[in-house]
């Protein structure tokens, strides 16, 4: 069955829309990751200045009349990146109705922060009373929830949160849910939103960067988080613009609650089973969209798969320096760009984005091809593989791109 990508929805700190990414991460001039401390003020909460990607364009508000479960700033970024696939949403509706639309989003920040009050008031004062807790805030199928809500969605409904593969396993799924014939669309993908509580995480893990992600550097210090959506409608037919699912693998390895397995083998096993459901070999990927998170181990461990399974030609980049790491969005947004730089009316001359970094090659690394200024796709029919690897040894691969007769 042949399943259809339709123009995405993309929100990140670039800015709005998969056109907007696209311009951004062809050209030389993308906005910088800055210094910021906002995050740590808007909580009233003590915490170091950190390079952090945020979303600092006002958001489209919510409805009057939406139930307070629905609110927290999780939501309103989804709301507000949905205001780009809106008009396909409302063609699947009427053309399939209500009850053949699923929803399936990854996320993993979700709505915690929204009980911040109740928690500081418990911690220093010992009150409990005070501040409601308001528990479906932050449950993991909330941002699902309230798109179905939204729009009347009758069929199957459920957040996916396995870190940082959230948003691409979202795509896996609703994949399955179509070929399954529950269904006849899905919105899908991933939103994260900047929270305390996750880079706080993240710094006792000492792998925040203190300034720009540099992928694949010998210089390399670490991730900078990010907040954003990446969101697609999925279907059997395609809409006026699109690219096609072609496959997606996933394994589990296991090896460590936070560390990737240094062999890569739970990456090589996903990249294989992708590879193998999307029916097309490793020479005829044009482009690998790492996740290529900055940090010692996953740039090791992910090189290392990559240089097995596809040699040392494949063009590779990571676009997390552009974008920030958006943890359980990652997978969606960076799927997302991936459309972008796949589709042709978007990118009529098949750039690819050069990566961003200081040039300095680790030389301990498997060598593979990272991008520079000025490549292109070299392979006639475009396929991108995009990875994403989660705590636990989490591993997922997603393969996009033209169909054969295109």
Not at 310 to 329: C, D, E, M, Q, R
Not at 389 to 402: D, K, M, R, Y
Request: hydrophobic share 40%; proline share 5%.
């Amino acid at each position: 069955m042949k399943l259809y990508l339709n123009k995405p929805a993309l929100l990140t700190t670039l800015g709005a829309g998969v056109d907007r990414h696209t311009q951004c991460l062809l050209g030389e001039n993308a906005p910088r990751i800055a210094p910021n401390h906002l995050l740590y003020r808007q909580a009233d909460l003590q915490g170091k200045v950190q390079y952090l990607a945020s979303i600092d364009e006002p958001l489209r508000a919510f409805p009057e009349n939406l139930p307070q479960a629905y609110r927290s700033r999780n939501n309103q970024l989804l709301w507000h990146a949905l205001t780009q696939i809106e008009d396909q949403i409302h063609y699947a509706i009427e053309n399939f109705g209500q009850k053949r639309i699923a929803v399936v989003i990854g996320t993993s920040t979700t709505g915690v922060d929204e009980n911040l009050p109740l928690y500081r008031s418990a911690f220093l004062k010992e009150d409990w009373q005070s501040h409601p807790f308001n528990y479906t805030q932050q449950q993991f199928n909330a941002p699902s929830d309230f798109v179905a809500y939204q729009y009347g969605l009758k069929n199957v409904v459920y957040g996916i949160s396995t870190a940082c593969t959230s948003g691409a396993r979202a795509l896996m799924s609703a994949a399955r849910l179509l070929k399954a014939d529950l269904c006849d669309a899905v919105i899908c993908g991933g939103v994260d939103c900047l929270s305390p509580l996750t880079v706080s995480g993240f710094a006792s893990l000492s792998v925040l960067n203190p300034a720009q992600t540099q992928a694949f550097s010998q210089n390399r210090a670490g991730i900078n988080i990010g907040e954003g959506v990446g969101l697609f409608l999925m279907t059997k037919t395609p809409l006026t613009d699109y690219i096609a699912y072609l496959g997606g693998g996933a394994s589990s390895d296991a090896y460590h609650m936070s560390s990737p397995d240094p062999s890569g083998n739970g990456a090589k096993i996903a990249f294989e089973k992708a590879l193998q459901n999307a029916h097309c070999t490793a020479d005829q990927v044009g482009w690998i969209n790492a996740h290529g998170t900055g940090t010692i181990h996953n740039d090791a461990m992910e090189s290392l798969a990559i240089a097995e399974i596809f040699g040392s030609a494949t063009p590779v980049t990571s676009t997390k320096p552009y974008t920030g790491h958006t943890l359980g969005a990652a997978g969606a947004v960076e799927a997302g760009i991936s459309w972008g730089i796949l589709h042709k009316k978007n990118n009529p001359q098949g750039k690819l984005p050069a990566q961003f970094w200081d040039q300095q090659r680790d030389e301990k690394l498997a060598p593979i091809a990272i991008t520079q200024n000025n490549q292109y796709w070299k392979t006639k029919r475009r396929i991108v593989a995009s990875s994403s690897f989660a705590f636990g040894g989490n591993n997922t691969v997603l393969i996009l791109g033209e169909l054969d007769e295109e």
